[in-house]
């Protein structure tokens, strides 16, 4: 007859070590995700950069607004040059939904990825630097089980992030600037060869594409901090280590003499978020590059994964 789990776990009941080691082998293989989740979650929550990434986020839309209302001033003032008559010079161009696309592709630059690798470069290296990882590893979970943890409690991290930014220059467009539709033009922005328009609406949708779409992308980051922080001991390393590859890719991508190594950098793949902005959205190019971001993603996980369960830990 079939023993009911409560009874099999209950230590009082258990009649020899070894059973009892038969039973820790098996929460071993079997840990509570959703204890661990809750656990990170408090974690993040607890900690100062969590909540210095969403200020941070706030005077950055305070300076871009301040830029952009300075600049539509002067540039439909008058002083708009012959390449930019079909934008400047209408002071209809300039208006909420321009504003939060302006600020949301000039962040998700550099701003935000900065953000992903800090919250994901400190998950491993963090416990090792604060002598608490030995500790955690020999609890009955796997390692595995801690590593997929700590990547999601991210990646949230930056889905959060990533609404709450989009969310907040969308409220500050409407209110300070006015929404209208949303003009798109050949130029700064990179989006359209030609010019085209998307309507109010259809525009507000397109944001919320970009949550889905921008979150993805900032995937393969979380995955590369996530990996550089178990090679590395200091969360201050991995996050620099990060930052690194990812500027210089990012830079050397956009360098003419390398324009034939760029389809190979995972920084180009990533850019497929932008898509969703286009008049006319190219869902078979968006599905292919967001394929490849997600194998990026998978690939650089499994490698943490194999790497932290080798590792031997020794603080």
């Not at 002598?131 to 990646?155: D, E, H, N, W, Y």
């Not at 996050?239 to 190594?261: D, K, N, P, S």
């Not at 932008?274 to 194998?295: M, Q, S, T």
């Amino acid at each position: 007859m079939a023993t009911p789990v409560a009874t099999v776990f209950s230590r009082g009941n258990i009649a020899n070590i070894g059973l009892v080691e038969n039973v820790e082998i098996l929460c071993a293989k079997c840990p509570d995700m959703l204890t661990l989740l809750k656990l990170e979650l408090e974690k993040l929550v607890r900690a100062r950069n969590f909540y210095l990434s969403f200020l941070v986020l706030i005077g950055f839309v305070a300076l871009m607004l301040w830029g952009f209302y300075t600049y539509a001033a002067r540039k439909t003032g008058g002083e708009a040059v012959e390449q930019f008559k079909y934008t400047y010079e209408s002071k209809q161009y300039f208006n909420g939904l321009t504003f939060a696309l302006y600020s949301l592709l000039f962040s998700f630059t550099l701003l935000l990825p900065i953000f992903v690798s800090m919250s994901a470069g400190s998950q491993i290296a963090g416990e090792s630097r604060s002598g608490t990882l030995r500790m955690i590893c020999t609890r009955p979970i796997s390692r595995a089980s801690l590593v997929l943890s700590k990547f999601l409690v991210t990646a949230l991290h930056a889905a959060l992030l990533l609404t709450f930014f989009i969310g907040l220059n969308l409220v500050v467009g409407l209110i300070f600037v006015g929404w209208g539709n949303l003009e798109l033009y050949p130029g700064t922005l990179n989006l359209v060869d030609a010019p085209g328009k998307i309507m109010r609406d259809d525009a507000l949708m397109r944001f919320g594409y970009a949550v889905l779409t921008g979150t993805w992308a900032l995937l393969v980051i979380a995955a590369l901090a996530l990996l550089c922080s178990v090679v590395f001991d200091s969360p201050a390393q991995a996050i620099v280590m990060t930052i690194a590859a990812y500027l210089t890719l990012y830079i050397v991508g956009r360098v003419e003499f390398f324009e034939h190594l760029r389809p190979y950098f995972f920084t180009t793949d990533m850019d497929f978020w932008r898509d969703v902005f286009k008049p006319e959205i190219p869902w078979r190019n968006l599905w292919h590059y967001a394929c490849v971001c997600g194998a990026y993603t998978i690939g650089l996980l499994l490698a943490t994964i194999v790497i932290f369960e080798r590792k031997d830990i020794v603080t």
